[in-house]
């Protein structure tokens, strides 16, 4: 199966998306040392969720057994979730730092 534009850019917002899970989980580890309490520990467990099934997803891009299926739709479908994860995590991180 050749790898399509879509596939190639939803793996680079895979990547993308773990980077900010990344910063999340860090800061929100940290977060928790300082403060024990159940909201940041329930964010970081979010956060290590999240990160694990980016991890997931980045495998089963490269995958042979393709998780995402054949058809061209479940592509751009796929794409589209990456992105718009990624504008999500993206907002998060931006009032995380703040």
Same mark, same amino acid.
């Given at each position: ?13 895979? &990547? &993308? !998306?773990?980077? *900010? ?8 580890? +940290? !977060? ?6 159940? *909201?940041?520990?329930? *964010?970081?467990?979010?956060?290590? @969720?999240? /990160?694990?099934? !980016? /991890? ?10 393709? *998780? ?14 990456? &992105?718009? +994860? ?6 998060? @991180? ?5």
């Amino acid at each position: 199966m050749a790898i399509t534009t879509e596939v190639t850019v939803a793996t680079a917002l895979s &990547g &993308g !998306n773990l980077i *900010l899970l990344g910063v999340l989980t860090y800061v929100w580890a +940290q !977060n928790y040392r300082r403060f024990r309490t159940p *909201l940041v520990l329930g *964010l970081l467990l979010f956060s290590l @969720v999240l /990160l694990l099934e !980016n /991890l997931v997803a980045v495998y089963f891009f490269f995958a042979e057994a393709m *998780l995402y299926g054949y058809e061209p739709i479940v592509h751009r479908v796929m794409l589209v979730l990456r &992105g718009l +994860q990624f504008l999500a995590l993206v907002s998060l @991180v931006y009032v995380t730092l703040k």
